[in-house]
C-alpha cells in the first residue's frame, strides 16, 4: 500500500489563498474595473490608470514628485518617533503608578476625543507656520493612543516575572530588556501600526494647510486646478510609498519580533 505525497485540491487552494497571487490578482482586478470605467466614461474627471502611471513617469523622472513624497516621508517618520517615544513613556508610567494615571487621565481623554484639526491650527497660529509647528502638531495628535495602548500593556504585565526578576537582582535595564519589553513586545507593534496609519493621514492635513510642499500641498494645489490626473498621480505613489513600508519594512520586522512563537518546543 503506497502513499499519496501529492498536495490535495483543498490544500493547493490553501496555498493560492495565502500566497502572494491572490493579492495580484486583487490589484490587476482593480485596475482593470478603473480602465473600463475611464473609458466608458470618456471624461477628464476621471482619467484611466494609463495616463495616469504616464503622469507619475513624468513627474518622477522631470518633475517634483520624488522630492514631494520625501519631504512627506520625512516628516511622518519624524512625526511617528517623537510620538512613539512620549506616548510610551508616558502610558508605562501611567500604567505602573496609578496616582500619576489619575492626574493625566483628564487630559488624556480631551486630546483622544479634540478634533485633529482644531490641534494643527492652533499649532500653526501659536508656533508659526513651520516645521517644528507641522511635526509637532501631527506627533501631538497620536501621543494619547500610544498612551493608551502602552498603558494597557503595563498593566498586563506578569507580576510573577516581576518577581523572578528581584529574586535574581537583575538590574533596571536588564530586566527592562529581558522582562518588561518581551511582555510588550504585542502593545507596542499594535501602537506603531495603528500610529504610522493614522499619522499618513494627518500629515496630508497639516501640508495641506500650512506647508509649501509635500504631497499633501501638490494634492491642494491641483485640487484648484481641477487637475484630477495629477492628484491621482501622487495618490498612487503616495499609496506605493505605503504599501512599500508595509511590506518591505513592518511586516518583515513584525516577523522577526514574533519569530519565537513559531518554534518548537
Known amino acids: 500500500m503506497s502513499l499519496s505525497l501529492a498536495p490535495t485540491e483543498t490544500e493547493q487552494g490553501s496555498r493560492l489563498l495565502s500566497g502572494p497571487l491572490i493579492s495580484i490578482l486583487s490589484v490587476a482586478g482593480f485596475l482593470l474595473v478603473w480602465y473600463i470605467a475611464a473609458e466608458i466614461a470618456q471624461s477628464r474627471m476621471l482619467p484611466g490608470p494609463v495616463a495616469v502611471l504616464q503622469y507619475i513617469y ?12 520625501g519631504i512627506t516621508l520625512w516628516r511622518v517618520v519624524a512625526s511617528f518617533v517623537v510620538a512613539m517615544v512620549i506616548g510610551s513613556v508616558l502610558g ?15 487630559w488624556l481623554i480631551v486630546l483622544l476625543n479634540l478634533p485633529a484639526l482644531v490641534i494643527i491650527i492652533l499649532a500653526y497660529v501659536w508656533f508659526g507656520l513651520n516645521e517644528a509647528a507641522a511635526i509637532g502638531a501631527v506627533a501631538l495628535n497620536k501621543i494619547p493612543n500610544v498612551i493608551v495602548t502602552l498603558r494597557e500593556g503595563a498593566r498586563s504585565l506578569d507580576p510573577g516575572l516581576d518577581e523572578m526578576a528581584r529574586a535574581y537582582r537583575l538590574s533596571y535595564w536588564s530586566k527592562l530588556r529581558n522582562v518588561t519589553l518581551p511582555q510588550l513586545q504585542p502593545y507596542f507593534a499594535a501602537a506603531s501600526r495603528s500610529g504610522l496609519s493614522l499619522i499618513w493621514k494627518i500629515v496630508l492635513v497639516v501640508e495641506l494647510l500650512g506647508r509649501p510642499n509635500g504631497v499633501g500641498f501638490e494634492l491642494h ?10 492628484i491621482l498621480g501622487y495618490t ?30
Open 58 to 69: 513624468n513627474e518622477s523622472v522631470h518633475g517634483d514628485l520624488l522630492t514631494e513624497l
Open 221 to 230: 494645489l491641483n485640487f484648484q486646478l481641477f487637475n484630477v490626473t495629477a
Open 92 to 106: 508605562l508610567a501611567m500604567g505602573q503608578h496609578p496616582g500619576l494615571n489619575r492626574v493625566l487621565d483628564p
Open 236 to 265: 498612487l505613489a503616495f499609496v506605493a510609498v505605503m504599501l512599500a513600508i508595509e511590506y518591505l519594512l513592518v511586516q518583515p520586522i513584525e516577523r522577526h519580533a514574533t519569530r519565537w512563537r513559531n518554534k518548537p518546543v
